[in-house]
């Protein structure tokens, strides 16, 4: 994937360049941010965005690499103590797709600079591959940033696609869970009386204006 946003800011515009790979024979996944304008005053210091403002151009560029596991033996052993952790909870969580995130940005001629953390967090949305989709799955992103590993469930539930709310830029595991589908036979949305208690009701009623006619009846005999 190569996709190429720009948004404007005062005077100013940004170039937003996102880039996916994959290490493996599945295609790369698509990656999206939920709001560029947020992404943009997220990612850029006020002085930087000052200079935007004010005419100098800028760019950001975000680069997705995919594969199948962690190159980095204490990066994996770290990401699956949590997980282990997590599941003494009763959640199994299995293991999707390893992402390694890479950020840089610029403000007019400088050259691109590295950075890891935002300002404040944005959405990032993850296009899962096709083969991790089900609809009875639960989906998580376990975070890895400077030997801290932070569990997050997925912010806006998709069939496709998985919305983290994150301020850091580095490496994580896609992980799910499988749940068990809710038997909905009996419920369609809508509240239902059984037959048989609409017929017993119907009893009840009849017998009560029985007794009451009757005692009318007899009062006026």
Known sequence: MHEVTHITYGSGAVEIVLDSSSL???KASDFRFGDYSNLVTS??????????SEGEPAKLIFSFVTSDDIQDINVK??????????EKEGRELLQGIYIDIDAAKSV??????QFETA???VDLQVYLPLYLVSENRAYYFLSHYMG???LMADASPEAEVLTINTHTFD???VLYQEVEKADSSDYDGIFHIKSQ?????AIAVLVFLWIFMDRIRKKTS
């Open 148 to 150: 801290d590993c932070e």
């Open 197 to 201: 208690y609409l017929f017993m009701g």
């Open 108 to 113: 007019g001629d400088e050259s691109l600079d």
């Open 77 to 86: 052993e770290q990401c699956e103590y949590i997980i282990a952790d997590a």
């Open 43 to 52: 990612c850029f210091t006020q002085k930087e965005l000052d200079r935007i």
């Open 119 to 121: 300002l404040n967090d």
């Open 171 to 173: 490496n994580g595991i």
């Open 24 to 26: 493996t024979e599945v």
